[in-house]
């Protein structure tokens, strides 16, 4: 599984930096990406597609 | 009030009707269903969409619906218009001024700035009632943590706290009724930041205004006057909003024990139970202005009108949300807009939620069983936000 954010959508709500800081990383301005290369453990999918039905810009994609 | 009770809310709602204020619930789920771009002619006429996929569609449309006037109710005539970028102004002056303001509000900034200090305030104000066995959970806890988490961050001394919040609900809540004290509290508030920016200016701190004072902008030195006025806009945007938020919380826990219960046995529920509690009471509406002739899902709308952002009616629309009255306190999939979407989204809501979540643990560990002392005796601010003014629990 891959996930990535859309930083032209990204508002920085923090969403998901506060439900998977694991996989999301936010930059002094609070606005998201992805941490390393996208992959997501196994371990953290769940969470990876939480965090994408939690994003109120819709900015996250994943990819199975 | 009796001559301001609406008839028909589809064309002629009143947002400080005190049904309405009591119970906005039913009139958005009444609204949704038969007339999702509700209009009244009443404070200089409005258009108000309830519907959660108008409302992103509204505010992501920033050239058609401007962000010069974001009050639900139009400025009192012959007031003064203080500024408040970036909250008031659209592209491209509102990208530098929210570059402004965001550093200081990243998760990490706030967590490490804010928390240690909210969490001690929330506990010696809990230690200042808790063996009286009861309390207004609204004025003497909810009302004192975001004034206090303000000052500490803007470095001036705590007992301003209650002068910013009589300032600020002068202007925003008891003003609607009263020009004049909106007027003062304006101005009170005006001459207070221009005199602790000009002292920042002489002598630079540990704290946000003289951090904003050092910022650039696009490489572009920050003046003074773009100091106070963020400072103006830190104190309106970030006091009763929070407030309100904390106190519907405690609203709500009073009255929900099985909720109650469970945030104690699982604190670290306690983050995802705030955006469902965010979602469900959501305290702000903001506001847009019309900035060309445009049609809108039927209505015909003119440039100059206003357009009520209701995200709190948004937030309960049940195309978006299973169960949208329902409050769950687990609940999964929650995309709520408790602090607006697109490029207003609030600069300050992880101060917010971190405000809450501190007030809601403090309070669930030393007071986990508590109940409304007298359900009919709690009283609702209305407007621009919303959330219980008056809140007696006993425990």
Redesign the interface.
């Known amino acids: 599984m891959q996930i990535r954010v859309d930083p032209d959508k990204c508002q920085g709500h923090n969403r998901c930096y506060m439900l998977a800081p694991e996989l999301f990383d936010v930059d002094d301005y609070g606005y998201a990406s992805h941490i390393g290369d996208g992959d997501v453990p196994g371990e953290l999918e769940d969470k990876a597609r939480l965090t994408r039905d939690n994003c109120p810009e819709h900015a996250i994609t994943v990819v199975d | 009030m009796g001559e301001t009770a609406a008839r028909n809310w589809a064309t002629d709602y009143e947002l400080l009707d005190p049904s309405y204020v009591e119970d906005p619930w039913s009139v958005w789920d009444e609204l949704r269903s038969t007339c999702p771009v509700a209009h009244t002619d009443r404070h200089d006429g409005s258009w108000m969409p309830t519907r959660y996929d108008d409302l992103v569609a509204i505010a992501q449309d920033v050239e058609t619906f401007t962000s010069r006037s974001v009050a639900v109710m139009p400025p009192v005539p012959g007031s003064p218009v203080i500024r408040l970028p970036p909250i008031d102004s659209d592209p491209p002056e509102h990208h530098g001024a929210r570059?402004l303001i965001?550093?200081a509000?990243?998760?990490?900034r706030v967590r490490e700035r804010d928390e240690p200090f909210a969490r001690k305030l929330a506990a010696e104000l809990i230690d200042g009632f808790i063996a009286d066995g009861r309390v207004d959970a609204a004025v003497q806890y909810a009302q004192q943590i975001p004034p206090r988490v303000i000052a500490h961050m803007l470095g001036v001394p705590d007992d301003m706290s209650d002068t910013f919040v009589d300032w600020v609900r002068g202007i925003l809540e008891l003003g609607y009724e009263d020009a004049d004290l909106r007027i003062r509290c304006r101005d009170a508030t005006l001459e207070y930041f221009v005199e602790l920016v000009g002292s920042r200016v002489e002598n630079p701190g540990d704290d946000v205004v003289s951090e904003l004072l050092a910022a650039e902008i696009d490489g572009r030195s920050v003046t003074p006057e773009d100091v106070i006025h963020t400072c103006v806009l830190l104190l309106i945007a970030g006091i009763d909003t929070t407030w309100s938020s904390i106190g519907s919380a405690i609203w709500h826990l009073a009255q929900h024990p099985g909720d109650r219960r469970r945030l104690v046995a699982e604190p670290e529920l306690v983050?995802v139970a705030v955006?469902e509690l965010l979602r469900a009471y959501s305290p702000v509406t903001m506001a847009r202005i019309v900035s060309e002739p445009t049609v809108f899902r039927g209505c015909p709308m003119d440039a100059g009108d206003r357009v009520i952002m209701n995200f709190p009616a948004g937030n309960r629309d049940p195309e978006v949300f299973d169960d949208a009255d329902k409050v769950i306190i687990d609940r999964?999939?929650?995309?709520?807009?408790a602090?607006g979407?697109?490029?207003h989204?609030c600069a300050g809501?992880?101060q917010a939620?971190l405000e809450m979540r501190v007030a809601i643990e403090e309070w669930l560990a030393r007071i986990p069983e508590f109940e409304l002392e007298d359900p009919s005796a709690v009283t609702w601010a209305a407007g621009q936000v919303r959330g219980p003014r008056v809140l007696p629990v006993v425990f």
Do not use: W
């Open positions: 570059r965001l550093p509000f990243s998760p990490r983050p955006e999964a999939q929650n995309r709520h807009m602090f979407v697109g490029i989204r809501s992880n939620r």
